[in-house]
């Protein structure tokens, strides 16, 4: 673990500014009540761990805090979509999330649709401000964050490995198959998420080694998280992980408990941990305290 470094402290102050950005930026007076939509599925509550990601991978690179600030808001605006989206009937037909009711229980469906539409709309107006915004940052910038921040959700990353989800419903999956289902569900946006920090460096500051270490860093990470997830959902309650505890196994949905047993599972968020620190450390980077502290979190988490 990452003694010397107290994550509590460091992410106040970042979580602080996502935060009053987010409330900022996710505002109540779109048409018809959307805007309270939107907001309820934003506002007041998550682990915020994809933004910052974003804001540890800007700092361990030295790069502009005003791109990563609207980075690390677009992709939590693209996780809370997905989320508003999951929870859905035609989905996975969940009716709690972080500790509230979902959206679609709480508006209806047909709102919540909209409002997942929307803040994935919003997610790339943020990552491309006005040249008369005081934040504003140069435009290839912008067009690299769209770039990774769309592959992630998309076919190659999050979409399609909810399709694969959807598709495996009481199916015996191999562990191979298994893993890339969860490399792109889950852990395609932890992997951005690191990239995106990266990509708010200055040009020449990234050496290829650098770039190929953290994006393997958020690889390992993204997949330590999903396979803690699966753990979690065996031995915690629904009260604790602030969503329905169990609903993997009542729904027969392959996981990597199902897959690899309890004790296999629990070595293996260890091993991927251990590869994350490994990619940090040949990454040749010395601000990377906080990507450390973050990969302890994922995998030593209880919720």
């Not at 198959?177 to 690191?194: E, F, N, P």
């Not at 990234?206 to 999903?226: M, R, V």
């Not at 753990?231 to 199902?258: F, R």
């Amino acid at each position: 673990m990452t003694a010397a470094f107290d994550l509590d402290s460091w992410s106040v102050g970042h979580l602080a500014r996502v935060e009053a950005a987010l409330s900022q930026w996710v505002v109540a007076d779109a048409p018809a009540d959307l805007g309270l939509a939107m907001r309820y599925a934003v506002l007041d509550g998550g682990k915020r761990l994809r933004p910052l990601l974003v804001l540890a991978a800007c700092e361990a690179v030295q790069g502009d805090p005003h791109a990563a600030l609207r980075a690390a808001c677009a992709v939590e605006l693209v996780h809370a979509y997905s989320l508003v989206h999951d929870d859905m009937p035609c989905m996975d037909n969940d009716i709690l999330r972080r500790g509230k009711p979902t959206v679609h229980i709480k508006f209806g469906q047909a709102q919540a649709l909209l409002a997942g539409d929307a803040l994935q709309a919003l997610a790339f107006e943020l990552l491309a401000p006005d040249d008369g915004d005081a934040d504003s940052f140069a435009p290839v910038m912008q067009a690299t964050l769209c770039r990774l921040l769309a592959r992630a959700a998309g076919y190659a990353g999050m979409a399609g490995g909810q399709a694969i989800d959807l598709a495996s419903v009481g199916q015996t999956l191999t562990e191979d198959r298994l893993r890339q289902m969860h490399a792109l569900k889950t852990g395609a946006l932890l992997r951005a998420s690191v990239q995106m920090g990266a990509a708010c460096g200055l040009s020449g500051h990234l050496t290829d080694q650098a770039s190929a270490s953290l994006s393997d860093f958020g690889a390992a990470i993204g997949l330590a998280f999903q396979v803690v997830d699966d753990i979690l959902d065996v031995t915690a309650d629904s009260a604790t992980l602030g969503k329905t505890a169990g609903k993997d196994a009542e729904q027969d949905k392959p996981t990597y408990v199902s897959v690899l047993g309890m004790a296999q599972s629990k070595a293996y968020a260890q091993e991927l941990h251990g590869l994350a620190l490994a990619a940090l450390q040949s990454s040749g980077l010395s601000n990377t305290l906080a990507l450390q502290a973050l990969a302890d979190k994922v995998v030593g988490r209880d919720n």
